[in-house]
């Protein structure tokens, strides 16, 4: 059983007596990052800087991301490559609508030995050369042999000081000098040699957030008297070429605003009236 950690980011500052003073970038994973003035603090607790976060390059016109140019998928030239891509990071492609049951993450290179064909993923091609067996094949090659490495697979180094504290760096430049640095290659070696707890080095953790559930709203429809079997808001409104608003009524009249009967109406008055007139008029004449 062993103990998979992170790579936990650090800061490049001035340096006063041991003392961190202006500090130019809060999160560095390396000594690489500072500039001649700055001294690399890694393993900072205070600023909890997250590893999937960190921007890398885009392959132009392979549209992926990628760590340096050599790993562009068919034009390895640097005139092909953008050094640091807003959209791109360890972790994946923002510019890519996220899906949880598809996620693309992206992907990184690996040793592969050339005696037993497994796949060992890595950050650094260097790191290929240490055990002597292994050679190093970019992320297309890695998956077209069927492996996968996205950041919670890249092994990188780890960082041990004696009073037993530990914490994983990107290379050798995120330890300071006076910690003990093993490689990828040496942890993986006491990982299956020695079978104790050592440390397994991961570039990031992996992350596949589903997206927020959409919980159901109940309608609420006001209290009516009327018969609950009907709409609560009514006959829907009718609008006649002429432009009169008109509205439905139970018994199937119509009732305009701008005339109180119609003329179905109008003549079933007509043949009322005439009906009751006749025979007062026949009376008075007789």
């Not at 064909?117 to 042999?145: H, Q, R």
């Not at 300071?176 to 570039?203: V, Y």
Request: charged share 20%.
């Amino acid at each position: 059983m062993h103990r998979v950690k992170h790579i936990e980011m650090g800061s490049c500052c001035e340096a006063l007596d041991d003392e961190k003073k202006n500090c130019s970038l809060d999160c560095a994973l390396g000594a690489d990052d500072c500039n001649e003035a700055e001294r690399f603090f890694p393993h900072d607790d205070t600023k909890k800087c997250n590893s999937n976060n960190v921007q890398i390059g885009r392959c132009i016109q392979e549209n992926a991301c990628a760590v340096r140019y050599s790993e562009c998928a068919q034009n390895k030239t640097l005139s092909n490559f953008n050094a640091f891509n807003e959209s791109c990071t360890f972790q994946r492609d923002k510019s890519i609508e996220w899906s949880v049951n598809d996620p693309e993450y992206t992907q990184f290179g690996s040793c592969r030995n050339t005696i037993t064909n497994e796949y060992f993923c890595i950050y650094d091609p260097a790191d290929c050369e240490e055990s002597g067996m292994e050679v190093y094949v970019t992320p297309e090659e890695t998956m077209l042999a069927g492996f996968l490495c996205d950041c919670s697979q890249v092994h990188v180094f780890a960082c041990l000081l004696m009073t037993s504290t530990s914490y994983c760096a990107l290379n050798a430049n995120g330890c300071l000098p006076d910690h003990q640095i093993l490689s990828p290659n040496i942890l993986r070696t006491l990982r299956n040699e020695t079978k104790d707890d050592w440390l397994d080095c991961r570039l990031c953790s992996k992350v596949n957030t589903a997206p927020p559930t959409m919980f159901p709203i109940e309608a609420s429809i006001r209290p009516t008297s009327h018969d609950p079997t009907m709409s609560p808001i009514g006959p829907r409104p009718i609008f006649p070429e002429s432009g009169g608003l008109t509205t439905p009524t139970p018994s199937g009249q119509i009732y305009d605003e701008n005339n109180m009967y119609t003329t179905p109406t109008l003549i079933a008055l007509f043949i009322l009236s005439f009906l009751v007139i006749l025979p007062v008029t026949y009376f008075c004449i007789k």
